[in-house]
């Protein structure tokens, strides 16, 4: 089982810029279909962004395309998340999660394997 690791969170002005990355402790993470989602306070888990197990194919939900960009290292074991511009409304919890198959790319239940959460506030 792939353990995930998230990083890169905490206070940004709006309008500035974050990385986060998540880690995977094994090897198998280059077979994961990889996706970050985000939580805000009082709402349901979201999906964000996702991409496929050779970086080639991304997926972005309309509210951070031009703004957020997701890549991945698999010789590092690693997936990235260029947060830019960023509003207080991208404020949150953001998990990364991952999964050997994926059904729908937008539905958190289609993903298996979750990491802890790291937060990102945005203020005005």
């Known amino acids: 089982q792939v353990q995930l690791v998230e990083s890169g969170g905490g206070l940004v002005q709006a309008g500035g810029s974050l990385r986060l990355s998540c880690a995977a402790s094994r090897r198998a993470f280059r077979n994961y279909f990889m996706g970050w989602f985000r939580q805000a306070p009082g709402k349901d888990r979201e999906f964000v962004v996702a991409?496929?197990?050779?970086?080639?194919?991304?997926y972005y939900a309309d509210s951070v395309k031009g703004r957020f960009t997701i890549s991945r290292d698999n010789a590092k074991n690693t997936v990235y998340l260029q947060m830019s511009t960023l509003k207080p409304e991208d404020t949150g919890v953001y998990y990364c999660?991952?999964?050997?198959?994926?059904?729908?790319?937008?539905?958190?239940?289609?993903?298996?394997?979750w990491g802890q959460g790291t937060q990102v506030t945005v203020s005005s």
């Open positions: 999660a991952g999964a050997y198959d994926v059904g729908i790319i937008t539905a958190a239940n289609s993903y298996n394997t």
């Open positions: 991409i496929n197990m050779s970086g080639g194919t991304t």
